[in-house]
Nanobody
Framework: QVHLVESGGGSVQAGGSLRLSCAASGRTFSRYAMGWFRQAPGKEREFVAAISWGGGDTYSAGSVKGRFTISRDNAKNTAYLYMSSLKPEDTAVYFC????????????????????WGQGTQVTVSS
């Protein structure tokens, strides 16, 4: 079992920046890929960014490319989402997720590929 806890959310004005963190605890002795998803009010959860277990391969959604960066520090069992140039449409609850036992150093962009999910952290961007 892997327990994930997001932090770093809050309110920010358009154009501002935030860093979200996802701390993992429990079974961290094996490799796992990480991803970030978000869900806005009245919308379904959507993919934001993903990173391979070794950190060598990343991918982000077109709506956030050039503005958001995903990274990880395996020594700290933590994944990050650096968000800059934030827009009101970025307002959502952000979730981190873990894919346990990944084959090779790859990433995953679909929700059903992930085994564990955090409870989410709210990000609100004001115009």
């Amino acid at each position: 079992q892997v327990h994930l806890v997001e932090s770093g959310g809050g309110s920010v004005q358009a154009g501002g920046s935030l860093r979200l963190s996802c701390a993992a605890s429990g079974r961290t002795f094996s490799r796992y890929a990480m991803g970030w998803f978000r869900q806005a009010p009245g919308k379904e959860r959507e993919f934001v960014a993903a990173i391979s277990w070794g950190g060598g391969d990343t991918y982000s959604a077109g709506s956030v490319k050039g503005r958001f960066t995903i990274s990880r520090d395996n020594a700290k069992n933590t994944a990050y989402l650096y968000m800059s140039s934030l827009k009101p449409e970025d307002t959502a609850v952000y979730f981190c997720a873990a894919h346990y036992g990944a084959r090779g150093d790859t990433y995953y962009i679909t929700q059903d590929a992930y085994d564990y999910w955090g409870q989410g952290t709210q990000v609100t961007v004001s115009s």
